[in-house]
């Protein structure tokens, strides 16, 4: 049974940095794809960044050149380093891994239809 917890959030003022950490296990085979997602209130979740099995990245145009997703050594740890924050960056964060555990990702920007694991969030706050 795949488990992922997210870990590393907290407040920061804006131009910030915090990096986020995801913790996998029950894989049976490879890293799979995986991604991060974040929700505000009132918002509908959206896809922040992904990362393929062979280390090829995509990122939503809201954050391109200020996070970096990234994979740990070991296959079950993937981050994501977020620089430059801003107040509307603020929202929960989560992790998952693809649907079916594929290790390729999706063409486009990430989209929560196409994962099918995820951890629990953590809050990121961006304070003015």
């Known amino acids: 049974q795949v488990q992922l917890v997210e870990s590393g959030g907290g407040s920061v003022q804006a131009g910030g940095s915090l990096r986020l950490s995801c913790g996998a296990s029950?894989?049976?085979?490879?890293?799979?794809?995986m991604g991060w997602f974040r929700q505000a209130p009132g918002k509908e979740r959206e896809g922040v960044a992904d990362?393929?099995?062979?280390?090829?990245?995509i990122y939503a145009d809201s954050v391109k050149g200020r996070f970096t997703i990234s994979q740990g050594n070991a296959k079950n740890t993937l981050y994501l380093q977020m620089n430059s924050l801003k107040p509307e960056d603020t929202a929960m964060y989560y992790c998952?891994?693809?649907?079916?555990?594929?290790?390729?990702?999706?063409?486009?920007?990430?989209?929560?239809?196409?994962?099918?694991?995820w951890g629990q969030g953590t809050q990121v706050t961006v304070s003015s």
């Open positions: 998952a891994a693809r649907l079916g555990l594929w290790r390729g990702c999706p063409l486009g920007p990430p989209r929560q239809d196409d994962f099918g694991y």
């Open positions: 029950g894989y049976p085979y490879s890293r799979p794809c």
């Open positions: 990362i393929a099995s062979d280390g090829r990245t």
